[in-house]
């Protein structure tokens, strides 16, 4: 049987300059408020409809840095009337380990305004992986595909093991079950439960992601919203590190490839003193294998032109996109 082997280069960042392919569309904009995320995300919703799943990150209970509930609700009810948040259980032990503890949390967290939809809660299904090396197949929430279009609105912010946590994040991690789908992403069998890690890691999340964005085809959007950019992510709650990273703005596309790719770029494009610790944490987690496994299962392009929805829609570079950055100042 031969032997499966994790790519390598995930703590090497490439150069727009160096890259190949076709160019995405990217939209962005500097406001960071309910307004901002409707703005982005009219632009990216042209095949989201009928039974509309919203996949989020929902946090631990009192969570200083996810995507505020008023923010979601004011799309949810202006732009998606009848969307349902879907999320799935964890496969560590805290706050949304059983869907009893879950669903206190989404009380907690004010995400009361919408029905929350647990998709493991009604047990598991399987989506086929196509291409994939490590997986034929991903175990998710059984009741994601009773769903025609996904939207997907992600804190973009670093994580532990990922390095970053993007649009593949959130679907990898947050659409799989979490006792199968997850164990099979983080564990090998008989080993530490989080001994998968760096290139390996970040092929066995997208290719989980692959196989539900295969599922939905064209009816899926991505939304990626940079404030509150801890190193760590959601799911550490109120134990996150401190955030010091400036806030960016909020990035729309159809392509999950390229909406990652331009969050990593926003952020290295910052100075040394701005970015230093989120990249250290994407470099020292080998995060970058994320993007660079992306385009070889043919899920994106890793070149995209930036949109400026804040002046007439015109391109502007990475670097142009956060000149003007504060330094983070808490809310």
């Known amino acids: 049987?031969?032997?499966?082997?994790?790519?390598?280069?995930?703590?090497?960042?490439?150069?727009?300059?160096?890259?190949?392919?076709?160019?995405?569309?990217?939209?962005?904009?500097?406001?960071?408020?309910?307004?901002?995320?409707?703005?982005?995300?009219?632009?990216?919703?042209?095949?989201?409809?009928?039974?509309?799943?919203?996949?989020?990150?929902?946090?631990?209970?009192?969570?200083?840095?996810?995507?505020?509930?008023?923010?979601?609700?004011?799309?949810?009810?202006?732009?998606?009337?009848?969307?349902?948040?879907?999320?799935?259980?964890?496969?560590?032990?805290?706050?949304r380990y059983t869907t009893e503890d879950h669903r206190e949390t989404l009380k907690v967290n004010g995400w009361t305004f919408a029905p929350v939809d647990i998709m493991d809660e009604h047990g598991v299904t399987t989506l086929p992986v196509k291409g994939g090396?490590?997986?034929?197949?991903?175990?998710?929430?059984?009741?994601?595909?009773?769903?025609?279009?996904l939207v997907t609105l992600t804190h973009f912010k670093g994580h532990v093991q990922g390095g970053f946590g993007g649009s593949n994040k959130n679907i990898g991690i947050g659409c799989a079950d979490g006792r199968i789908g997850k164990a099979a992403i983080h564990t090998h069998p008989g080993e530490d439960q989080w001994s998968i890690r760096e290139e390996e890691l970040m092929e066995r999340i997208s290719e989980s992601t692959k196989s539900v964005i295969d599922f939905f085809g064209k009816n899926v959007c991505y939304v990626n919203v940079m404030r509150n950019?801890?190193?760590?992510?959601?799911?550490?709650?109120?134990?996150?590190?401190?955030?010091?990273?400036?806030?960016?703005?909020i990035l729309g596309s159809l392509d999950i490839l390229a909406i990652d790719q331009a969050c990593v770029d926003l952020i290295h494009a910052m100075t040394e003193e701005q970015h230093h610790d989120l990249w250290e944490r994407m470099e020292s987690r080998h995060g970058f294998r994320q993007l660079s496994y992306m385009k070889e299962l043919g899920m994106g392009?890793?070149?995209?032109?930036?949109?400026?929805?804040?002046?007439q829609e015109v391109r502007l570079s990475p670097r142009e996109a956060v000149k003007d950055v504060k330094p983070f100042v808490a809310e």
């Open 1 to 95: 049987m031969e032997r499966i082997l994790p790519g390598t280069n995930g703590n090497v960042y490439v150069p727009y300059e160096e890259r190949k392919g076709n160019e995405s569309i990217v939209y962005f904009t500097r406001d960071l408020s309910p307004e901002g995320l409707r703005k982005v995300y009219e632009k990216v919703s042209d095949h989201i409809g009928g039974r509309v799943a919203v996949k989020l990150h929902t946090g631990e209970k009192n969570g200083p840095n996810i995507i505020p509930a008023a923010w979601i609700r004011a799309l949810l009810e202006k732009n998606i009337p009848g969307a349902t948040i879907v999320e799935t259980n964890t496969y560590y032990a805290g706050d």
């Open 133 to 149: 090396k490590w997986f034929k197949e991903m175990t998710v929430g059984a009741s994601l595909t009773q769903y025609d279009s």
């Open 301 to 311: 392009h890793d070149k995209y032109v930036l949109i400026d929805l804040d002046n």
């Open 229 to 249: 950019m801890s190193v760590s992510c959601d799911c550490e709650g109120l134990g996150a590190a401190p955030v010091v990273t400036p806030n960016v703005g």
